[in-house]
């Protein structure tokens, strides 16, 4: 791959403030193939959303190691740890998911995200709160992230306070999702990210083999316990499902929320808007997931035979990746694409992908971002940046500032 070639500068951390001219370039080509071996980058939003849901695109971690990308398979596999629902195709995948998914709202009882509302609130509340007298913030490190975490960590029944342990373990997790680490990754990064699982795992078989003693009202207890039609899991499967879900539930929405943030403050009428009006909440949430989305692409497909892309032949075994946020400004679907616009009404957006794999934790991270921006723009009194563009984090996947400055004259 040459310095210059578009699936590099994808990657490269010197364009993380500002990737969309990377992807205006890349949609010229919607069917981007520059190198043996290398992936198929598809950047337009029909061609993502048609495969997306296209059963000869797969997602199984080992077919991903079979078209060359070994360095994942090995994290993913390490600690006789199965790949996670993510990481798998029907039926498992469906199982899998079904199972968790009956975890977030056994039959028997309300589900647990809907009566959410007054706790996240409360969270929310006693962050801001905790700035205190301080006339400026790291909202990353004081709010973004810590507001995500306190919500996984109760919802799945992991203690709170354990999270500088587990934070040692999910870095390395994370850092290995970024096709550019994977590429660079040596041995000892591979045995390190494999460790990480190992620890973690171990770290949550401690958790639910408690919860399979005395069960509590969490979900780590029903994913052990299994109220569903499909039974209880194996305890590997409950490992797996709880090591994504941790990070998922975290990892995702700390950069949806800053994000969010460093949006408004560059749109300051849109924060005083949402200041007077918090209805407009769920929309500005919406297009922020288009305009700003915290999962930048998803380079983990491959094609289970050959397919006919734009009349591009995608061999069977290929690599693909699909450039959700290089979709959801592709003019060819919206308007004025470039423009954040909460107005929209046209607003199906790839923020959290689509097809069976669509985000499991959707109506949580909608409603912890909801709820933060608008205690954000109603608390702060005349918030503004500190540093425009922030310093972002490494990773091309998983994209947004690992800090963002907010000086503000009080507290409300
Ligand atoms: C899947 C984005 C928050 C759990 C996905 C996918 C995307 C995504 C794009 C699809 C990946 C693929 O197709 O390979 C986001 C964003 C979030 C967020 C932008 C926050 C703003 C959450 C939260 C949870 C969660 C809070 C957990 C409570 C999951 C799980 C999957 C997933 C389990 C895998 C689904 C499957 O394979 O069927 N997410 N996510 N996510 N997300 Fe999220």
Request: include cysteine; charged fraction near 30%; glycine fraction near 8%.
């Amino acid at each position: 791959m040459t310095q210059d070639s578009i699936v590099r500068r994808i990657t490269d951390f010197a364009n993380r403030a500002d990737p969309y001219p990377v992807y205006r370039e890349l949609r010229r080509t919607p069917v981007l193939h520059e190198e043996e071996g290398g992936p198929y980058v598809i950047s337009s939003y029909w061609d993502i959303e048609a495969l997306l849901h296209d059963p000869r695109i797969s997602s199984d971690a080992a077919n991903l190691a079979a078209a060359g990308d070994d360095t994942l398979l090995q994290s993913e596999e390490t600690g006789g740890l199965p790949p996670s629902f993510l990481r798998l195709d029907p039926p498992e995948h469906d199982r899998l998911r079904r199972m968790a998914n009956s975890a977030f709202g056994p039959p028997h009882r309300p589900r647990r995200i809907d009566g959410m509302r007054g706790e996240l609130r409360e969270i929310v509340t006693g962050l801001i709160d905790g700035f205190g007298e301080a006339r400026e913030v790291d909202l990353v490190d004081q709010f973004a992230y810590p507001f995500p975490v306190t919500v996984i960590c109760r919802l799945l029944g992991v203690p709170r306070e354990d999270e500088p342990r587990f934070r040692a373990w999910v870095d390395p997790l994370v850092a290995s999702l970024d096709p550019e680490t994977r590429r660079e990754a040596d041995e000892e990064f591979a045995k390190t990210a494999r460790e990480a699982r190992m620890q973690l795992g171990m770290y949550l078989a401690g958790l639910a083999e408690e919860r399979a003693k005395e069960p509590r009202d969490d979900v780590l207890s029903d994913l052990v316990n299994g109220h569903g039609p499909d039974g209880a899991m194996t305890m590997m499967e409950v490992l797996s499902t709880s090591i994504l879900l941790l990070i998922a539930g975290h990892e995702t929405t700390v950069n949806l929320i800053t994000n969010g943030m460093l949006t408004l403050l560059r749109h300051p009428d849109v924060l005083e808007r949402l200041r007077h009006e918090p209805d407009l909440a769920p929309r500005l949430v919406e297009e922020l997931l288009r305009y700003e989305p915290p999962v930048q692409l998803v380079p983990q497909r491959t094609c289970v035979t050959d397919i006919e892309v734009r009349g591009v032949t995608i061999p069977k075994g290929s690599r693909i990746w699909l450039v959700l946020a290089a979709g959801n400004r592709d003019p060819e679907r919206f308007a004025d694409p470039e423009r954040f616009d909460p107005d929209r009404e046209d607003i199906q957006h790839l923020g959290f992908g689509s097809g069976i794999h669509i985000c499991f934790g959707a109506p949580l991270a909608r409603l912890e971002t909801q709820i933060a921006l608008t205690e954000l723009a109603r608390r702060l009194e005349n918030p503004r940046l500190v540093q425009d563009p922030p310093p972002y984090r490494e990773n091309a996947v998983l994209r947004g500032p690992r800090h963002l400055g907010i000086a503000f004259d009080g507290i409300r």
